[in-house]
């Protein structure tokens, strides 16, 4: 079954480093999200990408946050200068086209981000 | 912003009993989902309801979509080893893209 894949799966960095979070959504998949859940707590939206484009972004997704779709089959979620508090989980889903309504997102395992 | 409440926060049940929890939404959503989250791992979807008063079943589980459209509960029946995790609900509004809310979660446990 074709599922979401993450890289790296754990990465440390330093406060200040710039860091690329990598996904390969599943492959006839259209919309594409990221998410973050920082230790204990519950999954947060991030930004959602259609199109090649944001459709929608949360308030934690400012400006230090960029995402991308390099070429057809990677999805990136860049953090320019990380703070101590992006230290969390971040997961990357994606979605099918609407098939009546009914389209779900599937999750990928998840990338855990430790900022120093 | 839109909040999903979900009771219990934890449960520490036998194996075999049956198990219950809910979410409670400050408004109302299109799509209510459930997923169960193990340690260092994603969310995987376990039943996804479009319709308010939807039961479905999957498996030993059974969720309903609540008619007011702003809650939802899970049933696990005669739980298992493997049931253990962190359930979360998630709200969706219908559209094309739109993001998931997800609940505070649940944490299940089952003790020996």
């Known amino acids: 079954e074709p599922e979401v894949t993450q890289t790296p799966s754990h990465q440390v960095t330093q406060m200040g480093q710039e860091v690329i979070l990598r996904c390969v959504p599943i492959?006839?998949?259209?919309?594409f999200y990221w998410y973050r859940q920082i230790l204990g707590q519950k999954v947060e939206f991030l930004v959602s990408?259609?199109?090649?484009?944001?459709?929608?972004k949360s308030e934690i997704f400012d400006d230090q946050f960029s995402v991308e779709r390099p070429d057809g089959s990677n999805f990136t979620l860049k953090i320019r200068s990380t703070k101590l508090e992006d230290s969390a989980m971040y997961f990357c889903?994606?979605?099918?086209?609407?098939?009546?309504?009914?389209?779900?997102?599937?999750f990928g395992p998840g990338t855990r981000l430790l900022v120093l | 912003g839109q909040q999903l409440n979900q009771s219990p926060q934890s449960m520490f049940i036998q194996e075999g009993e049956d198990v219950s929890m809910n979410c409670t939404s400050s408004s109302i959503f299109n799509t209510w989902l459930w997923y169960k989250q193990d340690p260092g791992e994603g969310p995987v979807l376990l039943i996804a309801l479009y319709k308010a008063g939807e039961l479905t079943s999957n498996g030993r589980l059974t969720a309903q979509f609540g008619i007011t459209r702003k809650d939802s509960f899970l049933n696990i029946s005669a739980s298992i080893p493997s049931d253990v995790g962190i359930y979360f609900c998630a709200g969706q509004l219908r559209g094309g893209n739109e993001k998931l809310t997800f609940g505070t979660g649940t944490r299940l446990t089952i003790i020996p």
């Open positions: 889903a994606s979605k099918p086209f609407r098939t009546g309504g009914r389209e779900t997102q599937y």
């Open positions: 990408f259609y199109n090649n484009e944001i459709s929608e």
């Open positions: 492959s006839n998949h259209l919309y």
